[in-house]
């Protein structure tokens, strides 16, 4: 299994606190560092302001040397499709070939009122991020020196020169995550190289991860072609002392942790890690609330992954 750091700074994160996790978490043996793409905090202040993902992590590649980087989950609200792809693909060769987009409808409506984002209806949002992932990966799958165009009805593309190319080929991987039990199956079929099931316990993982293979196997797709993550809150201490301390900063119940998150010692953590395993999960998204705790991130590093 592939464990991955996974942070919300919208909740309160500098560049530069990003950063320094970020080059901990590649020193600590993790496999990426993922974020949120968020402008608005949903707890305390948020200080000091929301960061641009892409921006963010433009930066961190420059700063890395190994790390995956990503996001869970880009918005399709927030970028025009054809950007996107560049952005993306810029990144992505500023990494050497590190990135990988995640890319969802969209859900958080103050965050659009407060920065002048529109934000159109479930089905809309749904349209739309349907239309994004078609063209960013057929911008990015254009053969050079063709043209790409689209018709849609949200979105039109004429002959753009589908530039610039990615590092990877024939794109980095794409990631469709949501706890749909249709309509997202059926994107992360189409289109994803990875489904992203977000925050489920693992009794649930199971019966979300076989909708995803029937979606695949509707579209005429190998289910055994796509790879199959989860994303799950760490709360994790060497003693009940510090797991009750930082349980108490996360504002989180320990008890509540343990039965819907990933909490407890180092060996507590690694037995939910293979539960999720068992489910199916092929990597597992950590989410580390805490940004300041370095110390959180090198403690997993040093006493669960040498157990994956």
Sequence with gaps: MRAR?????????SYYQQLELAKVSEASGFDAFFRSDHYL???????????????????????????RLGTLLSSATFRLPGPLAISVAEVDAMSSGRVELGLGAGWFEDEHTAYGIPFPSVK????????????VTGLWRAPVGSSYSFEGRHYQVSASPALPKPVQSPHPPVIVGGAGATRTPELAARFASEYNAPFFAPPDLRPQFAR?????????????????SVATTICCASDESQLARRAS?????????????TAGTPAEVVDRLYEFADAGAQAVYLQFLDIADLDHVRLVGEEVLPHL
């Design 249 to 261: 900063v996360i504002g989180r119940p320990i008890d509540d942790l343990r039965t819907y998150a």
């Design 124 to 135: 809309e949002r749904f349209e739309r991020l349907e239309e994004q992932l078609e063209i």
């Design 212 to 228: 995803v293979r029937a979606a695949c196997e509707k579209a005429g797709r190998d289910p055994h072609d796509l790879n199959y």
């Design 41 to 67: 905090t949903m707890v305390a202040d948020g200080m000091p302001g929301p960061t641009d993902s892409w921006v963010t992590l433009a930066g961190i590649a420059r700063e890395t040397t190994r790390i």
């Design 5 to 13: 750091v996974f942070v919300e700074p919208q909740n309160g994160a």
